[in-house]
T-cell receptor, first 113, second 116 residues
Framework: GDSVTQMEGPVTLSEEAFLTINCTYTATGYPSLFWYVQYPGEGLQLLLKATKADDKGSNKGFEATYRKETTSFHLEKGSVQVSDSAVYFCAPAFQGGSEKLVFGKGTKLTVNP | DTGVSQNPRHKITKRGQNVTFRCDPISEHNRLYWYRQTLGQGPEFLTYFQNEAQLEKSRLLSDRFSAERPKGSFSTLEIQRTEQGDSAMYLC??????????????FGNGTRLTVT
């Protein structure tokens, strides 16, 4: 069945380090792919998205590329900041039915100065 | 765009009591979703409305849970005879169009339920 697997944390980095959070999915079709972020004490916010193969979503210095051949949507940032400390969720939306988002377990990122 | 609004922000109740949460979606959004999130986990889908019709319910939604969306506007989620295992953050989200075609879900800040 349709599912998502996300790299589990926690992840602790120093400021200006490179970040990768892995996300892979299993699907019978071609889902749209989303990354959401949850900052401490705040609600879920859309970070970026991609709707078809080879699309690159980007926002706030974060990027993720829709890789159909590897069914992946890894999140990357070249130089993290303390303000990026948050929990990040990968969430495909599979075709059919409610087209709900199916969330990964989340990866908690802490960036130290 | 005033965002998705959820009330109350926090609810503490005793086991066995009934509770009701309200969600006001973004006004032009026709799709409304309820999710539940427990500590350290990703949100889990509970149910989905398109306009006033409830079109999908998760197996997680036991018969103690009921959701409504009268007139296709705000929605309520009621939990009867609460149990300690119901303690969680209950999230509401809305969208216009299907997420599978790229329409993102917009989330409220949630209602945190604590059952003592």
């Amino acid at each position: 069945g349709d599912s998502v697997t996300q790299m589990e944390g926690p992840v602790t980095l120093s400021e200006e380090a490179f970040l990768t959070i892995n996300c892979t999915y299993t699907a019978t079709g071609y889902p749209s792919l989303f990354w959401y972020v949850q900052y401490p004490g705040e609600g879920l916010q859309l970070l970026l998205k991609a709707t078809k193969a080879d699309d690159k979503g980007s926002n706030k210095g974060f990027e993720a590329t829709y890789r159909k051949e590897t069914t992946s949507f890894h999140l990357e940032k070249g130089s993290v900041q303390v303000s990026d400390s948050a929990v990040y969720f990968c969430a495909p939306a599979f075709q059919g039915g409610s087209e709900k988002l199916v969330f990964g377990k989340g990866t908690k990122l802490t960036v130290n100065p | 765009d005033t965002g998705v609004s959820q009330n109350p922000r926090h609810k503490i109740t005793k086991r066995g009591q009934n509770v009701t949460f309200r969600c006001d979606p973004i006004s032009e959004h026709n799709r409304l979703y309820w999710y539940r999130q427990t500590l350290g986990q990703g949100p889990e889908f509970l149910t989905y409305f398109q306009n006033e019709a409830q079109l999908e319910k998760s197996r997680l939604l036991s018969d103690r849970f009921s959701a409504e969306r009268p007139k296709g506007s705000f929605s309520t989620l009621e939990i009867q005879r609460t149990e300690q295992g119901d303690s969680a953050m209950y999230l509401c989200a809305s969208s216009f169009g299907g997420a599978a075609f790229g329409s993102p879900l917009h989330f409220g800040n949630g209602t945190r339920l604590t059952v003592t």
